[in-house]
């Protein structure tokens, strides 16, 4: 068993939540810039103001402790300034990922009970957030923004936007009006360590995506001491990649920038070009991504004169090259490597000092607060270097799934949080994760369902059955691969799904290939054999080209 970190100390401020942890630092450090979005920055005392604002309309609108409150649209000022109204309100964050399609944000509404949906600016040329839902969730009945929907009371929209049964983004402060400031901070500072902070979506093996219920008081523990690992500090230039939507994006881009004082560089869309954009002229001191971003930094950017300092790949295994080549060639002062999911916040991490060997091989020991064992199929611990399921104990374990204490039981049992992923532990406690239990698979950085995905699937009017798998892929890591069995009389065609899959759900979701069959494997059980649905897939994937001379 790793331990719990005791030798380290936290040092966590005595905030407990993140309503006054803003306001200590607003106090503080009143003119440290934290966002800078375009034309737009924020400092400190600006973004403390304009989420008060936000909180007041909120409020307004008969908003309560505890209400959930979606927020969906693209890395921006206004979702900043959003999510930390929210908060100060005393409600609960449940954002909504930008690539969401109207089924799945309507499914993640109606799960969750969410009172208020505040939705951003879209690309050009993409429909508005509230358009996508609506042809989902039906009209407006007058009473309520969307007929499917009888528990969202409000939507939000950006000024601008006259849609039926919203309301824009200045309408919502003007409502504030009607509020006190006494009585917004009276509401911000009655906010509990213990109460709710958010409900992340998270992927899972059921078909549904279920919501992960984390604390004020986890969140700000375990971000301050993943910041200080990282030494993410003031003056750092920290672009946020990954979407607010996702728990990297919200809580060690939004939450550990702003406890750092550092200033942060929301990206809402990531392009090849963005990286070079980033490096050069925004000259970045603290860049977390995928390897594949770190290849491209080396291999496509020119680097002299960048200031990056720390790169954070948060990989199961990160090449031993690809760390020496950051160190020497790119001359940064760390590479760091960590573990953690949405039911388990931060969880490992490696620290300065380790050897290139331990980065590249490991995610580290476990953060201070936290301890991690290996056990067998019997629950029992391994010897140290034997493989097993990662089960983790401590502060981090989320409260449970929303709504769900039959799943939440089957992970979380006397404390301890199976996490469904096999690893191993060193002699130094150094946890290395080797394999997924469980039959999630990653595209470009994001978590897929087969079982959701095959769900959406079936919406399509000429599909019986679907089963998906995740197969190795050059672009993204891995992709999806769906074999489906027509109703009868409809002849679906492949690429035709494969348009439909792009209309009705995430891109990431999109299965990269689609098979039709007439019928699917079935085990000795009668479930579908997704053991030789694999071997088929990986039996079709078209072969590599041969390397070219050298």
Same mark, same amino acid.
């Given at each position: ?33 934290? @966002?800078? !979005? =375009?034309?737009? %920055? ?6 403390? /103001?304009?989420? $008060?604002?936000?909180? #007041? ?99 939000? @929209?950006? !000024? =601008?936007?006259? %849609? ?6 200045? /309408?919502?402060? $003007?409502?504030?009006? #009607? ?372």
């Amino acid at each position: 068993m790793a331990g719990d970190g005791s030798a380290e100390s936290s040092g966590v401020p005595g905030w407990g939540t993140i309503p006054r942890m803003l306001r200590d630092q607003a106090a503080h450090h009143p003119d440290v810039t934290v @966002v800078v !979005d =375009g034309d737009v %920055r924020l400092s400190l005392a600006e973004l403390r /103001a304009r989420a $008060a604002l936000v909180a #007041k309309g909120l409020m307004a609108l008969g908003v309560r402790r505890g209400d959930r409150v979606a927020i969906w649209g693209l890395n921006d000022a206004d979702w900043a300034v959003g999510a930390y109204g929210v908060w100060d309100a005393g409600a609960v964050i449940v954002p909504l990922s930008s690539r969401y399609k109207g089924i799945e944000a309507a499914g993640l509404l109606a799960r969750t009970g969410v009172r208020v949906l505040i939705t951003g600016r879209n690309l050009d040329g993409s429909p508005p957030f509230a358009d996508v839902l609506a042809a989902e969730a039906g009209p407006s009945t007058g009473a309520r923004p969307f007929a499917g929907l009888p528990e969202l009371a409000h939507v939000l @929209v950006p !000024d =601008g936007l006259d %849609r039926p049964g919203a309301r824009t983004s200045s /309408a919502l402060l $003007a409502a504030g009006s #009607k509020v006190t400031g006494a009585e917004s901070e009276e509401r911000a500072l009655a906010v509990r360590p213990d109460d709710l902070c958010e409900i992340m979506s998270t992927s899972g093996t059921t078909g549904t995506p279920k919501g992960v219920m984390l604390d004020h008081g986890q969140i700000v523990r375990g971000y301050w001491d993943w910041a200080e690992i990282v030494t993410l500090r003031e003056g750092d230039r920290y672009p946020v990649i990954a979407p607010f939507a996702h728990g990297f994006g919200l809580n060690a881009g939004l939450v550990a920038g702003v406890m750092r004082r550092a200033t942060l560089i929301p990206v809402k869309i990531f392009t090849p070009d963005g990286l070079r954009d980033l490096i050069q002229r925004r000259r970045v001191t603290v860049l977390a991504g995928a390897p594949t971003l770190f290849h491209r930094l080396l291999d496509e950017v020119d680097l002299s004169g960048h200031q990056v300092r720390v790169a954070i790949c948060g990989a199961a295994a990160v090449p031993a090259e690809l760390v020496r080549r950051l160190l020497r060639e790119g001359g940064l002062e760390r590479v760091i490597n960590a573990y953690g999911l949405m039911e388990g916040t931060v969880v490992s991490m490696t620290r300065a000092g380790d050897p290139v060997e331990v980065i590249a091989s490991s995610t580290g020991r476990p953060v201070p607060g936290i301890e991690v064992k290996i056990v067998d199929d019997d629950g029992e611990e391994v010897p140290t270097g034997g493989r097993g399921e990662i089960l983790q104990r401590g502060y981090g374990v989320m409260r449970g799934y929303w709504g769900e204490p039959d799943k939440t039981a089957e992970v979380v049992r006397d404390g301890w949080l199976h996490t469904g992923d096999i690893g191993t532990l060193d002699a130094d406690g150094n946890l290395a994760v080797v394999d997924r239990k469980k039959e999630l698979f990653i595209v470009n950085g994001f978590n897929v369902s087969p079982a959701e995905v095959e769900s959406l699937l079936l919406r399509h009017p000429g599909l019986a059955q679907a089963a998906v798998v995740g197969v190795p892929d050059d672009r993204s890591g891995e992709a999806g691969r769906a074999y489906v069995v027509p109703r009868p009389g409809a002849a679906p065609d492949a690429a035709e799904i494969i348009n439909w899959a792009r209309g009705n759900m995430s891109n990431y979701k999109v299965p990269r290939q689609v098979t039709v069959v007439d019928a699917l494997p079935v085990n000795a059980n009668g479930k579908i054999d997704k053991r030789l649905l694999r071997a088929r897939a990986e039996e079709e994937r078209p072969a590599r080209p041969p390397a070219g001379p050298g």
